[in-house]
């Protein structure tokens, strides 16, 4: 069975619950999965990839391919 299959099938058996206590479980659970998750896979970033990423924000700088901070914080 694919990961989408699954999913929604989890998704028709997650629609049926009425147990509020259930659905306040899942939730939490579902929380801290995702927690897990994003703790596991957080590496940090080679020498390599910060240089890399340092040197094309700083041709994009030079590009003007730039947004003011002012303008992006009115915007959002």
Known sequence: MSIET?????????LQVQNEETI???EELLKSKKKEHVNTFKEPMSIY????????????????KIKKAADLKNKY
């Open 6 to 14: 699954r999913k929604i099938s989890f998704i028709q058996e997650f």
């Open 49 to 64: 990839q910060l240089n890399k990423e340092i040197d094309e924000s700083m041709k994009d700088s030079e590009n003007g």
């Open 24 to 26: 306040k479980s899942l």
